[in-house]
Nanobody, 127 residues
Framework: QVQLVEAGGGLVQAGGSLRLSCAAS????????MGWFRQAPGKDREFVAA????????YYADSVKGRFTISRDNAKNTVYLRMNSLKPEDAAVYFC????????????????????WGQGTQVTVSS
């Protein structure tokens, strides 16, 4: 059973930065497409970023493009989300997710593409 544990959330002022991490265990991390999603109160879960198993292909929501960077360290079974120039509208619970289909056939921006989810980490941005 794959387990995903997020860390790195917290309170930051608008314009500040945070780096989230997601550590995976119990599976073959090297083959997973990894994604970050977020959910604010009263809103649907939305796609933030994703990265293919090899780290070469990355995908971003338009709202975070140029501010957020997703990366992974397969030796550490960890995926990261570097968030710069944070805005109050970035405040949400951030979740990491793993797609273990290993063939890249699923849409990396779709929540239903992912088989495993973490518990989430809260990001709060003060204005």
């Amino acid at each position: 059973q794959v387990q995903l544990v997020e860390a790195g959330g917290g309170l930051v002022q608008a314009g500040g930065s945070l780096r989230l991490s997601c550590a995976a265990s119990g599976g073959t991390f090297d083959f997973y497409t990894m994604g970050w999603f977020r959910q604010a109160p009263g809103k649907d879960r939305e796609f933030v970023a994703a990265i293919a198993w090899n780290g070469y292909n990355t995908y971003y929501a338009d709202s975070v493009k140029g501010r957020f960077t997703i990366s992974r360290d397969n030796a550490k079974n960890t995926v990261y989300l570097r968030m710069n120039s944070l805005k109050p509208e970035d405040a949400a619970v951030y979740f990491c997710a793993a797609d273990d289909t290993r063939d890249g056939s699923r849409d990396p921006s779709a929540p239903f593409a992912y088989d495993y989810w973490g518990q989430g980490t809260q990001v709060t941005v003060s204005s």
